[in-house]
């Protein structure tokens, strides 16, 4: 297991820290490298926060997943704060990822997250099958052995099978001939690294 | 009203403002009395809005207020007041509705904008047995001028001359200093350079000075004149770190951390105009800053310890 990357988790134990200051709760639901990073998968320097999706809370438990745009005003303004103070880029915790939302998710994907919470701040982990899924995406989004989601995925270590489930969900989202042929193309490559690793 | 208990650092500040506040009050012979002398520039509204926050820590402030009440209300500007009130806490705010339903008990009706009072009630007389304002030591400069030229800009923004010892100063740093506006302290200066009393430069914008060797020559003064304090802003500054420190009483320490960022770029002004040096918070992440933060703070309570 690698180990967490330090600075992204202080960042956002300190979001947690002004929140719960202000008696004040949020969950967001996490992908990419911080969610990778936090669950100890992958250890690399996280330069941000991927926010795919927002929590509703009811009695301080999560009840369901929502788009996350807007986010609250409470966690801008904590997050502004924490950008300011360990010197941070002001979108440093970002929704960009947010659009993943409208073209669909892993089914059961809400089931299958693992809840941390930093004080008023409760973080969504995406599980391990749905970050390959996204990385597979994401990885043939950005081809080339040496990208950092192609890398994330070999780390992720697939098996035959889950890559399978992968490649299938990843060529849901763009039906493109072109596109498809990427994704086959890095699905194979991977299976070819990780035979040769194991 | 409750004594408040503040943490440690923010006690420290708390208690040399007290003693500053107390040093001037002597200085003022007021029934305070006190081995050292104020040696900057008292400035009446500032002391008096310090007295006001302070009286909780320092019982003995209430019953001067209510002899400056009666005894100095006339020579305080209403509106000035008013301005510097603004921003303070609503406990300082009440204590000035009732400093000014004190003074109009005086007999000053100048303060019913503040007063809630309706209508002035029978007069009240000072105790035979008060003492009286004393304004012949130099850190009253402020308010013998007042009572020689009137309660207002004109007066305080020579005051500020004085201290400044004959240097060039701005409109923008009269207006920072006095705390009236900069239109107002245009039309004061140029009147009075119009008048001889102080000198404009050629340049643009004008800039003005006091001759201190003629003004020393007529008010009986030596120089140097006692310097300028930017008490308004020290006292903003001082309600602030005891926010923070209420605010943040319990609160984790990156919390406090941060929050004490806040003060230190809100009141950043308050730190460099007084010349007291104190790092800049945006060299320091994460957590970090809180250590020097309170060590802004001891050296805000030095200063004051040292300047009263």
Known sequence: MASEQPGMHAALAAVGELLEHENEECAVVVLGGTALTLQGLVSRVTRDVDVVAMGEITDGKVTAIIPPDPLPDSLIRAVSRVARDF?????????????????????????RLHWRTMGGLHLGLLDRMDLIFFKLFAAADQAGPQS??????IALEPTVAELDAATKWVLLQDASTAFSAIVREVADHARTDLRRSR | MPERIYGEVAEKAVRAAAHAVWVQW???????SAAKRATSIIDPEALTLFSLMLRSHERRLAEIISWWAVSGAATLSVQRIRNMSRNLPAEVRQGLVEFADAAIRGGDLRWRSISKARKKAGAEIPSTDAPDLRLDRPPALMLRLR????VGVKADALTYLLASQGEWQSVKSIATATVYSPRAVKRAVDEMAAAGLLKASASQPAEYRADITTWGRLLHIKPPVPRWRFWNSALELLTAIVEWDSRTSGATRYVRSSMARDVAETHREAFRLNRIGVPDPSFVQEDDYLEQFEQSVLSFAGWLGEIA
Request: charged share 20%.
């Open chain 1, 148 to 153: 950092k989601h192609y890398q994330d995925l």
């Open chain 2, 26 to 32: 002597a200085t003022l012979g007021s029934m305070a």
């Open chain 2, 147 to 150: 009572l020689g030229i009137g």
């Open chain 1, 87 to 111: 010197g941070l880029p002001r979108d440093w915790l970002n929704t960009v990822v947010a659009a993943q939302w409208r073209t669909g998710m892993p089914d059961g994907f809400e089931e």
